[in-house]
């Protein structure tokens, strides 16, 4: 029987966004990210910029993008939901080669999710044609750097899907 | 009032090299008069967008000053970027709203109750650092030159008055005229 004792803790996050030059991360502050708040706002790399509503996160990342910088938006599932119109017209049709980090609300390995949130969030992506990776794990992390080199190849958006508990 | 054109070109003329993201019916104005479109970021498309992309634009540009021509409509629909803008507090952001008085924008219909909400009390308890609001031509063009040593984030209300017919929006492709200004901030221009 296979076990899945590890945990995703937020340093190698960190530490996948400095490999990748990443210079802000542009998130709604809550709940299911809040375990990177203290990392992210001790690394000087790194710029926090938050956001009231989840679809300024796009709109945000496209004008640092566009001024010559490297962000990664980082919101939850149901965030994407309501961003929809802006990954559309701000980063699929601008060509903006994204990262987007997501919460997995609701994500299980163990069967069916009551959670509709995790039910549809997969299925938007493909449809808006968004490739997307799986992390839970420090072993996956580095998809983050996969995720990152496929967006510059395809100057497009890309997501991964955090679906874990964290470590701290 | 200010007639929208007269309005774009004053701040036009005080422009210099700042960064320009503008929408909706301000773009169609600012498309008219500006000469440096390699600097000019449109939204034909997310119009409710601009004070976030020019929010962005701003951190990744701090040496140089971005202007939001932004609209009343559109901003009524993302009046959360008020707050996003203040949390933030860029020095170097002036956000400016086309307050069109004859509501062409919206295609002659004026939003039921509009007039009842004041943006500029909005900024200011949202945390932008000055408002200001013009209602005549000679005071804008004189105002700017304040207007554009301030530190920001200022948010600029204008009462404008639009033509009947509306000028067109560019024929540029927002996907062009992105990688076009990208491309010249990147090669340092």
């Not at chain 1, 390995?109 to 839970?136: K, M, Q, V």
């Amino acid at each position: 029987m296979t076990t899945y004792d590890s945990v995703l803790h937020p340093p190698a996050i960190i530490a996948e966004l400095k490999k990748n030059n990443i210079t802000h991360v542009v998130w709604l502050p809550d709940s299911e990210t809040n375990f990177m708040y203290q990392l992210l706002n001790d690394e000087d790399s790194l710029d926090l910029v938050p956001v009231c509503r989840e679809g300024e996160t796009m709109a945000i990342a496209a004008g640092l993008w566009v001024g010559g910088k490297k962000p990664v938006v980082l919101i939850q599932n149901t965030g994407i939901f309501e961003s929809g119109d802006s990954i559309r017209g701000l980063g699929l049709d601008i060509n903006q080669p994204l990262v987007m980090l997501i919460g997995y609300r609701g994500w299980t390995r163990r069967g069916p999710t009551p959670d509709s949130a995790a039910r549809f969030i997969e299925p938007i992506l493909h449809t808006w044609g968004i490739n997307c990776y799986l992390i839970e794990t420090d072993d996956d992390a580095d998809r983050i750097s996969i995720a990152c080199e496929e967006a510059e190849r395809t100057q497009k958006p890309v997501g991964v899907l955090v679906g874990t508990e964290f470590g701290v | 009032m200010i007639p929208s054109k007269e309005a774009a070109r004053a701040i036009s003329f005080h422009r210099q090299d700042a960064l320009v993201v503008s929408t909706s019916a301000a773009l169609r104005d600012w498309n008219q008069v500006s000469e440096r479109r390699e600097l000019d970021i449109d939204l034909t498309d997310c119009m409710d967008r601009a004070p976030a992309v020019g929010l962005g634009l701003s951190l990744a540009q701090p040496e140089r000053k971005v202007l939001v021509l932004d609209c009343d409509a559109t901003l009524r629909t993302d009046l959360g970027s008020l707050a996003t803008i203040g949390e933030s507090r860029p020095e170097n952001l002036v956000h400016f709203v086309f307050d069109d008085a004859t509501h062409l924008s919206t295609d002659g219909i004026p939003v039921e109750g509009l007039d009842n909400v004041n943006f500029a009390s909005m900024a200011e308890g949202a945390g932008y650092s000055r408002t200001y609001r013009f209602e005549n031509p000679e005071e804008l063009f004189i105002g700017l030159e304040e207007v554009m040593k301030e530190p920001g984030p200022v948010f600029v209300v204008v009462k404008v008055l639009r033509d009947e017919e509306m000028a067109p929006f560019p024929e540029r492709q927002m996907a062009e005229g992105w990688a076009e200004v990208r491309e010249t901030l990147l090669a340092g221009g």
